[in-house]
């Protein structure tokens, strides 16, 4: 049994965000037991206990207190309609939700398909996204599962559904006609968790992560007389760190990088006359 105060955080049991959440909480020091055989285990290093539900679940549990944190994806977030505060957006498990009909159906919007039925898992955002183009009249039908096989077998003419690379549409010889929201993982919480210190200090390990996911470590050698326009490339974080090396021409520079950069950076330091230059990538960060 949990104790009454013991901080509690969900994960999906299973699916496409199971794997990237465990490796998210490991890398922030949440390090629990997790082996799919348990429904709970508490980190030894926080005392937290970190909880595998249904991935439809977790927020309802978030908004009732049930669990203080969870990580869920932001559409089913959405659809339930619940009360947390979204206190990160996590970076993966990036997808779309999006209205599909099958390649050869004349329909060009979502308000052709008035008086239509459509197959979802996502009832009240399917319901949302028609009301809002002015289709009042559509048959939303729930359906779990496979719903894309649902249009070839004449069930029904369209489908709001999470689509990934759009390979399960083109199978099933689907398209999308529009998008209805863009999600990814979010780590969502309670407004009055059992352990507010433990939150927050739960949220700047979060925060070092996905920090440590954006920027990669610079170390490069520069000549001396090149050093204003290494740095005015490499502004850093805060500044670059400049150490002197035995040959007094060169200095060593260590500097914060955004990834994105880091290709045109290296070119740059290079065009000035700046050699050995390394990327190193970070686990974690205080920044």
């Not at 260590?254 to 740059?268: A, C, I, N, S, Y």
């Amino acid at each position: 049994m949990l104790g009454t105060e013991t901080l509690r955080i969900a994960i999906p049991s299973k699916g496409r965000l199971q794997g990237q959440a465990i490796d998210m909480l490991r890398r922030a020091g949440i390090r629990a037991s997790i082996d799919g055989r348990r429904l709970f285990s508490v980190c030894p290093d926080t005392g937290a206990a970190v909880i595998l539900s249904n991935t439809l679940d977790i927020p309802v549990l978030v908004s009732q207190g049930i669990v203080d944190l969870g990580i869920a994806g932001s559409d089913q977030v959405a659809e339930k309609g619940a009360q947390v505060i979204e206190h990160r957006r996590l970076g993966f498990g990036r997808c779309r939700l999006s209205l599909a009909v099958h390649k050869d159906a004349p329909y060009q919007s979502a308000a052709d398909l008035s008086g239509k039925t459509v197959g979802s898992k996502f009832v009240n955002l399917a319901t949302a996204h028609f009301r809002s183009k002015g289709a009042t009249d559509v048959r939303i039908v729930e359906m779990q599962g496979a719903v894309e096989v649902m249009v070839l077998l004449g069930l029904v003419e369209a489908i709001v559904e999470i689509v990934d690379t759009g390979s399960s549409l083109v199978e099933n010889d689907l398209v999308e006609l529009e998008r209805v929201i863009d999600a990814e993982a979010v780590l969502i919480g309670n407004a009055q968790p059992r352990d507010p210190a433990l939150v927050a200090r739960l949220l700047r390990r979060f925060d070092g992560v996905l920090h440590a996911a954006r920027y990669s470590l610079l170390e490069y050698n520069c000549p001396v007389e090149r050093l204003d326009e290494a740095t005015w490339i490499t502004p850093g974080f805060s500044s670059p760190t400049v150490q002197k090396l035995a040959d007094a021409k060169w200095c060593a520079v260590k500097v914060l990088v955004p990834k994105t950069d880091v290709h045109r950076v290296m070119d740059e330091l290079e065009a000035i006359g700046c050699r050995a230059i390394l990327e190193s990538e970070l686990v974690h960060t205080r920044l």
